[in-house]
């Protein structure tokens, strides 16, 4: 098994925070990224692995920032739940236009078509999610990035050490 060291520019890196911890695992025993994982190191800020790209789908990343250039980090929730509600108010609306038809022409296959259509429309409420994005400011751009599959604890752990790197940097660069 390959170490993360292996994935700095220079021998004397050392890895500060990671956040994909499995996805890195991952990769470094097997050379296939199934995800992406960011590595905090004194020097620079690592992004690598893969994202899927709304329009273009799966894409490779191999991006590095260097700390001193980083200026902040941003988290952003968009709420899907409007999106929920139209999808359960729609499918109910079939649902119950069939039960209708079905008690109104005595047709026993508009009670199974009404049961499809509760059971999909609750099948998509279910699978809708939130969309989440980690942020990362360089040089006044903001660098986002989807962390729907990465844990809430350890985003917020990485933007912590992420915090703490740059208000050290900070300091160092006033004196």
Known sequence: MADVNSLFFEADEQAYAILGQ?????????GVWGQWAMILS???LYVK???????QGMARLDEDFNVYDL????YSVRSMLLLRILVGVLFGFFGLAMIAIGLDEGQSEMYLLAFF????GTLLILMIRDIRHLGVICKGVIHYYPVRKHKQEEVDAFRKQLGLMIDYNRRQMMK
């Open 22 to 30: 499995n996805y890195l695992n991952s990769f470094l025993s097997t």
């Open 42 to 44: 004194n020097k620079r």
């Open 49 to 55: 692995g893969k994202v899927f790209v709304p329009r």
């Open 71 to 74: 200026t902040g980090s941003s």
């Open 117 to 120: 259509g509760f059971a999909m």
